[in-house]
């Protein structure tokens, strides 16, 4: 009913910026407003951890505070896309980058989202 693709990784400088894009497809009785949008990551060695969510729609949003002031969360409604702009890029940052969904916005903060993309790969070099 739903597919997500992620795109926009790549290796970047530390202190870049880089712009993450999540492609949502959805079932035409679905309605995109209604859905939760999260992103997540997972470097190698850790568990995933949650790095921003808000509803597709417009409205809530939410950050883990590793990311607070340097990461913004946006969708494009008209283009059924969710970005993640991550600005200021550490180290620390780098791991696989993941967009998740689901009609239940507590579903997708608890990492519990219904559906998952596929992951890019962010790189930040020292």
């Known amino acids: 009913q739903v597919q997500l693709v992620e795109s926009g990784g790549g290796l970047v400088q530390d202190g870049g910026s880089l712009r993450l894009s999540c492609a949502v497809s959805i079932a035409s009785g679905l309605t995109f407003s209604d859905y939760g949008v999260a992103w997540y990551r997972q470097a190698p060695g850790k568990e995933r951890e949650f790095v921003a969510a808000s509803r597709f729609g417009g409205g809530y949003v939410n950050y883990g505070n590793s990311v607070k002031g340097r990461f913004i969360i946006s969708s494009d409604n008209a283009r059924n896309t969710v970005f993640l702009q991550m600005n200021n890029l550490k180290f620390e940052d780098t791991a696989v980058y993941y967009c998740?969904?689901?009609?239940?916005?507590?579903?997708?903060?608890?990492?519990?989202?219904?559906?998952w993309g596929q992951g890019t790969q962010v790189t930040v070099s020292l």
């Open positions: 998740s969904a689901d009609e239940n916005f507590s579903s997708v903060i608890r990492e519990r989202g219904a559906y």
